[in-house]
């Protein structure tokens, strides 16, 4: 999937590559999703697909209605027992969210679908909540409805009625906005919810409660009486400390699609969530990879001059993952500056592999070091083609999921922020990987690598001990980190850019 197209490729335990809405689900929510939690035209249209050719259809014609409206049906229904919290046994809501637009051609087997669901589960059992934008025309500053109206409409005419309205709007509603949708889009004025523009985004489970958002979808799913309140205390308070902060971390963050900000949003909530573990703010420093290279400063020096500027001003240095070689020189430029100036670092993925790119270039004078990704023919393959599937088919060369980290010892930094276990459980997404061949000159050299997977080829985790913190890490620590419970190595990266890591891990070891 594009980053430019889909923002961030999500990825899940079990390897599924999804979108990163399914990310938000699980950071806000806390659970564990499955590539089946993923329901997809392709998936459908491809169940059926394998129906038909196994016969099961009896040669009969294949239809949109029944057979895609049945699959979807059967996969919403068997998605809606699987356990995704920890607990056994299906869980009492299962919720969907439909993409798209009312009146999308893409959308329609699955409007249909639901409207059959509704029907066949009972109105008790189903709840619909609209989501729909109220836009302000700036010149008059009147709320408009039509838009929501319409809609509403367009929803009824397909056999489906809203139960709840969901309004994005920047002000709170005004009462007689509400009224109109009420009215006109034949929902309880009590039933409108309003989602207006807040400080920062954890104040909407509050603003929601103060609404009486669950009271109204409880009451529609006759639960009223199994219910407990919702206990959003920690919410209170996370929202409250972030509102009160004023102390700020700047971090350079040196990427390939710095451009749509949303190719790396479980990074940038990574950072959030340690950041506000240590009482600070993030100021994200957005640096285009290729901007840092010397051909830059011939063909555009402002941007070149603003790259630098931006890294030199920065307090650590954060590289993410990729793939390609298009801005592959300047993160190894940014690699080498926060090495050899002490700057705290964070390489994730391609990150990792940039670090050593580097260290062999740099320090091993082997100036022509590379990864077999971005030169075949390189004498010096430091990072080289290691698939876990299909070497010709794409999509069965990666590596992906979670996968088992084993640390080699516990003095080092990585295993001490992780609480000093035997191994850690992270998710990965990649072909290439530190060639095993070259190890043993990378470890002379002061490169050490710490953490390697079960079969001890595959190296996932490499720190400096000389530097301040230093670290590369295969997998994608960003996809397991959650609000109050931030990333063990995004909390490092921050400790380390204020000089506090050292007094954290001396507390941390002392159990206080």
């Known amino acids: 999937m594009s980053p430019f197209e889909h923002g961030e490729v999500f990825v899940l335990d079990d390897g599924g590559e999804v979108d990163l809405d399914l990310g938000n689900y699980e950071r806000f929510l806390d659970v564990t999703l499955t590539k089946d939690n993923n329901v997809t035209t392709g998936k459908i249209y491809q169940s059926v697909l394998d129906k038909e050719r196994k016969g099961d259809y009896l040669g009969k014609t294949v239809q949109v ?46 409007i249909e679908a639901l409207r059959q669901l509704s029907f066949s589960v009972g109105k008790d059992n189903f709840c619909l909540i609209h989501v729909s934008l109220i836009p302000v025309l700036g010149v008059v500053g009147e709320q408009k409805t039509k838009p929501t109206q319409h809609s509403v409409r367009e929803l009824r005419a397909l056999g489906l009625t809203p139960h709840l309205l969901a309004c994005r709007s920047a002000q709170p509603l005004l009462d007689n906005t509400k009224m109109k949708l009420s009215q006109f889009c034949h929902v309880e004025a009590a039933n409108i919810l309003n989602i207006h523009d807040v400080p920062n985004i954890w104040h909407i489970p509050l603003l929601l409660r103060n609404q009486n958002a669950h009271h109204s979808i409880l009451k529609q799913l006759n639960l009223l009486s199994i ?38 949003l479980s990074v940038v909530k990574a950072l959030l969530h340690a950041c506000i573990a240590c009482s600070l703010k993030p100021s994200i420093d957005w640096i285009a990879a290729s901007d840092l290279e010397d051909d830059t400063a011939q063909s555009a020096p402002e941007a070149y001059a603003a790259a630098w500027k931006s890294l030199r001003n920065a307090e650590c240095v954060l590289v993410p993952g990729g793939f390609g070689d298009r801005g592959v020189s300047g993160m190894i430029l940014a690699a080498k500056y926060a090495r050899e100036n002490n700057v705290p670092y964070l390489g994730i993925c391609l990150g990792m592999q940039i670090s050593v790119i580097e260290y062999a270039r740099s320090v091993l004078g082997l100036e022509k070091a590379n990864s077999n990704e971005f030169d075949d023919e390189t004498p010096d393959p430091v990072v080289i083609f290691m698939p876990e599937g299909s070497r010709t088919h794409m999509g069965s060369t990666m590596r992906l999921g979670s996968r088992r980290t084993l640390f080699q010892t516990p003095d080092c930094v990585t295993s001490k922020l992780y609480c000093n276990p035997y191994y850690v459980d992270e998710r990965h997404r990649h072909r290439y990987e530190v060639n095993p061949d070259a190890i043993g000159v990378l470890e002379e050299a002061g490169l050490k690598f710490v953490g390697k997977d079960e079969t001890g080829k595959r190296m996932e985790v490499l720190e400096l001990p000389s530097h301040p913190f230093y670290v590369g890490v295969q997998f994608h620590p960003e996809f397991k980190s959650r609000p109050g419970k931030p990333s063990a190595l995004f909390l490092g990266l921050i400790l380390a850019a204020r000089g506090k890591l050292e007094a954290y891990l001396t507390r941390h070891q002392n159990g206080s």
Do not use: Q
């Open 227 to 264: 219910a407990t309140p919702p206990d959003l205390e920690a919410w209170t308070r996370r929202a409250e400390t972030f509102d009160n902060l004023t102390d700020s971390v700047r971090i350079a963050m040196v990427g390939k699609y710095v451009g749509l900000t949303d190719s790396y």
């Open 65 to 110: 209605v029944p057979h895609i409206t049945d699959a979807i049906k059967d996969r919403i229904e068997a998605v809606a027992l699987i356990p995704v919290d920890g607990k056994e046994g299906p869980a009492d809501v299962c919720v969907i969210e439909l993409g798209g637009t009312v009146g999308d051609i893409e959308s329609m087997p699955f």
